[in-house]
């Protein structure tokens, strides 16, 4: 802990604590430095710190006090208690597929340019685009043609905080009386947009999914293509070719982590194809799950549709204009090359071990970073005793799913072979 941190505690336990009380008068400067022997800047430091977080206020020919009554005492009492009681919880194995790895995440440059936005005032003091930061949609351009082989400009690029809040603004353009086909295996985020809208649902079956579109005459198509079968795997080249080839649907392309591909070929973005695709991707998986940045290419005929002035920006101006510098000065396409390296080894890595203390049938979820695992055993006494024995797993269609994601080797293996004696049990 840094001086400056201790004298902030200390001061603040004792406010808390009710030893300093609202309006005693607090050691001056001087006298803090003495008391502490730390230097002036450090008592600084800490005093302006709580100022700003209201424990102390500075009063004319007094000095500083105690600024927090018992009042609100009382309210900050009550938000830690809440809080600490709606933590989420910690596991020891956390196998769980929301997880990202974060080692290999540059923090320390991520921080510095987040540091440089902030310390531009012009910049900060005024609202972000509603169709996103140009500079942002720039360097996109130029990312998604190296990666997904798509040609498009800034204009045809709009810029949100996830999928989900971009499927609104596109939802908003279309006509109402489109009936809209959805792969039975489209995650309830994306059909809840559609449904809110009021549109008429079809839902289309992933192993006769051209079959269904003709059928059931859909004028448009949302398919995410990187996990669509029941078993986890990318759209097939066949079906890719054979959806191009349909002119008369509008296809919406959820194309989620399309360049992160470690285990297997890259496949086609329909993007890149086909004129009349829309193109959704995001971040969340590439960077990490909190910073919220996606975006969507729009088709000639859409971008002439949408006006910005209709929207207002879902996705932060600062991390936005920090993440234009971060693609621009080449960190982005270094980090995708970094964790390719590292999924490829790891997901082999979790392989062997299921090999080797689990037997049973597995999938590759290269999409998630996960492998799904068919047991024979009562799935819902498994999942609580590896609950009381924090492990942390996913579970879905009466699968167990295990990330490799965000785990160490040695962890991985600890872990594996605690699910294993488990298993024994059940």
């Known amino acids: 802990m840094k001086k400056y941190e201790v004298i902030y505690n200390t001061y603040k336990e004792s406010i808390l604590s009710g030893i300093l009380k609202y309006g005693d008068r607090v050691d001056s400067i001087r ?115 190296q990666n997904r082989n798509i040609l498009c400009f800034p204009e045809q690029m709009v810029i949100g905080s996830n999928y989900q809040s971009l499927l609104y603004i596109f939802c908003g353009m279309l006509d109402k009386n489109k009936k809209i086909g959805l792969s039975t295996l489209v995650d309830e985020q994306a059909k809840q947009v559609f449904l809110s809208y009021g549109f008429h649902v079809e839902y289309l079956r992933p192993e006769h999914f051209i079959e269904d579109i003709c059928d059931r005459e859909v004028d448009i198509v949302y398919v995410n293509t990187t996990c669509f079968t029941k078993n986890r795997q990318s759209m097939s080249e066949r079906i890719r070719k054979n959806l191009m080839d349909m002119k008369n649907i509008l296809i919406l392309e959820d194309d989620y982590n399309g360049e992160l591909v470690y285990a297997s070929k890259i496949k086609t973005s329909l993007c890149s194809k086909n004129k009349n695709v829309i193109y959704f991707s995001s971040f969340s998986r590439l960077l990490l799950p909190s910073l919220r940045i996606g975006y969507m290419i729009l088709n000639e005929e859409y971008t002439k549709k949408y006006s910005a002035s209709f929207f207002g920006p879902t996705a932060s101006k600062l991390e936005q204009v920090a993440f234009t510098q971060y693609i621009v000065d080449g960190y982005l396409q270094k980090h995708l090359r970094k964790l390719v390296r590292e999924y490829k080894e790891k997901h082999l890595y979790l392989k062997n071990l299921l090999d080797q203390y689990i037997s049973c049938p597995v999938i590759l979820d290269e999409t998630y970073m996960a492998y799904w695992l068919d047991l024979d055993v009562d799935l819902k006494r498994f999942n609580s005793l590896c609950e009381a024995n924090s492990i942390g797993l996913s579970c879905s269609n009466e699968r167990i799913g295990l990330s490799f994601a965000s785990m160490d080797k040695d962890l991985m293996a600890s872990g594996v072979i605690r699910l294993a004696e488990l298993l024994k049990e059940c």
């Open 31 to 145: 006298e803090c430095v003495k008391k502490m022997h730390v230097s002036k800047t450090t008592v600084e430091t800490a005093y302006n710190k709580l100022v700003l977080d209201g424990f102390i206020s500075s009063q004319e020919k007094i000095g500083y006090v105690v600024s927090m009554n018992s009042e609100r005492i009382l309210l900050h009492q009550e938000i830690l208690d809440y809080s600490s009681n709606h933590k989420e919880k910690v596991y020891d194995y956390d196998f769980r597929i929301q997880s990202v790895s974060f080692d290999s995440f540059e923090t320390t440059i991520w921080k510095r340019y987040i540091k440089d936005v902030l310390n531009d005032k012009k910049l900060m003091s005024s609202y972000g685009l509603a169709q996103g930061e140009y500079g942002l949609r720039q360097a996109l351009c130029k990312y998604v043609y």
